[in-house]
């Protein structure tokens, strides 16, 4: 059977994908990257996103607020992702979280509009794709709080489906509190960077809540670094990911392929 990957965690409305979008597509599906989540980073690319995944087969969406953006989110914006939320392409809220190496938001700012986002999330039962920099701990302990607080949200529980915590740099002990609650994590194509600082978490937690993704455009992996990334190029990151854990290609894809699918609800 030929392999079928998901590519968790791909910024496709970014002007990068403007001119080839239908041959990025088609070389995902070649490649054997089948469904596509979008996460958007404000009211304006989740409006893109939703209506991208409106007419393409296969690629879903996040909608929500990055931290970037927090500083300039309104109440308004708030209630435009509720709203979006409930559009049936829409599979989780994001990307939301905290950024504390940019800043680019005042942090109180950040962890208030992080918290009303996993309000929403909570609210329509939608998982929720996270961002973190140099904020783990307390992302971590901001979406235990709110797993805790709401136990019938997405399930609940070690087998919960509430979340991913995407391009993950946490210790393994910070894996498994997120595992616990519900969570799932994601690796991009940093693993394929030399000497990655990654790779012993990866191998120390094993596969059984992790999700693959590109983060296109951005975090490229070898031997493509310095060019844009896009979907296709997952299958790297899928075969640094079976030698690291030591298991095949087939098992990697098998299993990543099971977890996105379970945590999106993917159709
Ligand atoms: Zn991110
Ligand atoms: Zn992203």
Partial sequence: MPQSFVDSHAHLFYEDFANDLEDVLARARDSGVMDIVVPATNVVTSEQSLALAQRTERVAVAVGIHPHEAGKMTDEDLQRIEEFSRAPEVVAIGEIG??????????DVQRARFRSQIGIAVQEDLPIIVHTRESMEEAVDIVVEAANAS?????GGADGRRGVFHC???????AKLLFDAGFYVSYPGILTFKNSPVLGTLREIGLDRVLLETDAPYLTPAPFRGKRNEPSYLLY????????????????????TRNARTLFALR
């Fill in 98 to 107: 905290l950024d504390f190496h940019y800043d680019f938001a005042p942090r």
């Fill in 151 to 155: 136990p019938g949200w997405c399930a």
């Fill in 168 to 174: 993950f740099t946490g210790t393994a002990e910070q």
């Fill in 237 to 256: 990151t899928a075969h640094k990911m079976a030698e690291v854990v030591e298991t095949t290609v087939d098992d990697v894809a098998a299993v990543t």
